[in-house]
């Protein structure tokens, strides 16, 4: 199994829709969990952290199930600038916590 | 604050060359990261440093080398570049004290190898 796994889409939607993302790790020692977005052809810039209560940040909400090892991302009410790739990120424990292992990422495009 | 910075830009090598990436941070972060990313891989982890003149190797280190003299600069060697080594380069930084793990990008060096 990859240390992290995510659907690659592309997630195709309306304006306004509402669309989740979610995301598989490996190593059950993890710890920190996050979201970050990369615009087509710029560098990774971070979304948001993911809490163990989970968090929401305006229209993004933040979500993990350690039991499953998922994480989730929800946005919702899609803006036009919300097209990007969502990149799932896991802080590695292996690493002494200095190094953090990204998804694939999954394309995401909101169309008018 | 310029933040994390990359130089080259855009680079052509012949396969065999040799060059450097440079990777400047003034935001006095300890760590340092280099990441290659290529279409379907996503990124991958080539070498990284946790303090000045301190390096360790990531998840692909082979074919590459780096140094870091000086704790704002990162610099990553390709000895005799492959066409393998043709991707997207990135540095990243990220402070160590703290509870944020966030890193800090750079945007990036076009590296294509023929």
């Known amino acids: 199994r990859k240390e992290v796994e995510q659907d690659p889409g592309p997630f195709n939607v309306p304006e306004g829709a509402t669309v989740a993302f979610n995301c598989t790790y490996s190593n059950s020692a993890s710890q920190s969990f996050f979201w970050y977005r990369q615009d087509c052809r710029k560098e990774p810039k971070l979304l948001m952290s993911?809490?163990?209560s989970g968090n929401e940040d305006g229209r993004f909400t933040a979500q993990l199930n350690r039991a499953s090892q998922y994480i989730s991302l929800l946005i919702r009410d899609s803006k036009l600038s919300d097209s990007a790739t969502y990149l799932c990120?896991?802080?590695?424990?292996?690493?002494?916590?200095?190094?953090?292992?990204f998804g694939k990422g999954t394309m995401l495009l909101v169309s008018p | 604050n310029a933040g994390v910075t990359q130089t080259p830009k855009f680079r052509v090598l012949k396969t065999g060359q040799s060059m450097t990436l440079l990777c400047a941070q003034d935001m006095n972060h300890e760590y340092m990261y280099w990441y290659r990313q290529d279409p379907g891989m996503g990124l991958r982890l080539i070498h990284y440093?946790?303090?000045?003149?301190?390096?360790a190797k990531g998840e692909v280190p082979d074919g590459y080398n780096v140094s870091r003299l000086k704790k704002q600069n990162f610099l990553l060697g390709l000895e005799s570049a492959a066409p393998s080594q043709t991707s997207v380069y990135f540095c990243?930084?990220?402070?160590?004290?703290?509870?944020?793990?966030?890193?800090?990008f750079g945007p990036g060096t076009r590296l294509t190898v023929t």
């Open positions: 440093s946790v303090g000045e003149g301190t390096t």
């Open positions: 990120v896991v802080l590695r424990p292996s690493s002494g916590y200095s190094t953090l292992t």
């Open positions: 990243a930084s990220r402070t160590s004290g703290g509870i944020s793990y966030e890193q800090y």
């Open positions: 993911v809490y163990s």
